[in-house]
């Protein structure tokens, strides 16, 4: 998860999603840390570069054996590409979130109630 010094989280269009926004989000390669994941993942999809402030939460799913490693980060250098996978990269306000994915929402909103960011 990214906020801005005004409190919103940064969300993706994802072209490959029913509901196309959500948070940035990735797989893990074979024998790869779940920190440097996201490293990849973002820089894959939108060749900026990012640095992780701190750990939130592991959540483990409920329809399948994955588990959801959310980290808060922040932007550290580059510019946005769009790539195969994102089309657009914006910042939301919590309280007026497009139409996403119901456990994304969950996460935003648990984030943002137990204070687990700090403003730039």
């Not at 024998?31 to 060749?47: K, L, N, V």
């Not at 769009?82 to 994915?101: G, R």
Request: glycine content about 4%.
């Amino acid at each position: 998860m990214i906020f801005d010094s005004e409190g919103r989280i940064l969300l993706f269009k994802h072209t490959y999603r029913k509901w196309q926004w959500g948070i940035p989000a990735g797989s893990l390669e074979y024998h790869e840390q779940p920190a440097d994941a996201i490293i990849r993942e973002f820089y894959e999809e939108t060749s900026m570069q990012i640095q992780i402030e701190k750990l939130l939460t592991v959540v483990s799913a409920s329809e399948d054996n994955h588990l959801t490693v959310v980290y808060l980060c922040q932007i550290a250098g580059g510019e946005f590409r769009q790539s195969n996978e994102i089309s657009e990269m914006k910042y939301f306000d919590v309280q007026d979130l497009p139409k996403m994915l119901l456990a994304e929402k969950d996460l935003i909103r648990w984030a943002v109630k137990e204070n687990q960011y700090e403003l730039a």
